[in-house]
């Protein structure tokens, strides 16, 4: 079977089990085992100069098969996308989202706007890296510092932080409330994406609810128990007039503003994602 036939019958495939992008899908999951991007094999088609051979198009079907099941797509490739970098993922990490390529963003003006010339920022719930490490390479000064409690991530954590940030990054696996102590008062900027979907809400993409850790999701009754732990620890990392960025849920904005105000931050203020959502907090730790 041609390859733009393979492509046909994996995007019906995927459409049938509900995937919202069913087409991008199959050409990613195409260019990625060619080894060429997806413009790469866009062209590739139009020209026809390109082809699977037979134990390729097997192994297209085969893995075509499993993210009919809604596996996600980045657990078959074993990579995912971030910004400028590309991350070792799979079972028992989280998958680094769009939202928060945007909540980087806020993190790396804040970076870039410190006097320090060698800022020093920790990435508490670090996962995959995704956070730290984008801002380890785009700001090579900025030492970093990305805490992670789960065993099973952490081993992601600590290949890509490897990896991506040889010299100026470092991993640690500990829960973020024991995030040791020796930078207390000397960091210039915390950012996190913890968990934060309360406890009842279960997610209604399968590749979420079951390939996500649970750790990674849920965060308590209201969602937001790693969210307190992260600014009381943030207090004490940060030197005064020090940045603080939270991500949190579309629904949150209002309790973590107040959830900071009432810790005695300053500044506090929600951003909104390109969807004008609210999607993040930041906040100044006061004098
Ligand atoms: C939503 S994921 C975010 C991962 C990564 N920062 C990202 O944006 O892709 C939350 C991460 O926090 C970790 N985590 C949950 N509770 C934690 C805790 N108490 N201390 C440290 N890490 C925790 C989870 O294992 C998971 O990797």
């Known amino acids: 079977m041609s390859l733009a036939s393979l492509l046909d019958r994996a995007e019906a495939a995927f459409t049938n089990a509900g995937i919202e992008t069913p087409r991008v899908d199959a050409e990613l999951l195409a260019a990625w085992m060619l080894g060429i991007s997806r413009g790469e094999l866009q062209s590739g088609l139009i020209t026809d100069s390109i082809a699977f051979d037979e134990a390729q198009t097997l192994q297209f079907e085969t893995l075509a098969a499993r993210r009919a099941e809604r596996e996600p797509l980045q657990h078959l490739t074993g990579v995912a996308h971030f910004r400028n970098i590309t991350l070792q993922v799979g079972k028992g990490v989280f998958v680094p989202r769009p939202e928060t390529e945007w909540v980087t963003g806020l993190a790396i003006d804040a970076v870039k706007a410190c006097a320090n010339p060698e ?130 849920a579309d629904m949150q904005g209002e309790a973590v503003r107040h959830l900071l105000l009432d810790k005695g931050w300053t500044q506090v203020r929600t951003h909104q994602d390109f969807n004008s959502r609210d999607r993040s907090v930041s906040a100044v730790r006061s004098h």
Not at 163 to 188: E, F, M, S, Y
Not at 209 to 216: K, Q, R, S, T, V
Not at 226 to 242: E, K, S, Y
């Open 119 to 248: 800022p020093i920022v920790f990435d508490l719930c670090a996962g995959s890296g995704a956070i730290g490490l984008a801002i380890a390479t785009e700001i090579p000064n900025a030492q970093v510092i990305g805490v992670e409690k789960s065993a099973d991530a952490f081993g992601y954590t600590s290949r890509n932080y490897a990896k991506l940030a040889p010299t100026n990054g470092r991993a640690i696996l500990a829960d973020v409330a024991d995030t040791p102590n020796d930078l207390d008062g000397k960091v210039d900027v915390v950012i996190s994406n913890p968990p934060y979907i309360p406890a009842q809400m279960v997610p209604i993409y399968p590749e979420v609810a079951l390939h996500d850790p649970g750790l990674a999701l849920y965060g308590g009754e209201d969602g937001l128990d790693v969210v307190r732990v992260v600014a009381d620890v943030a207090a004490r990392l940060l030197h005064p007039g020090g940045t603080l960025i939270i991500e949190h």
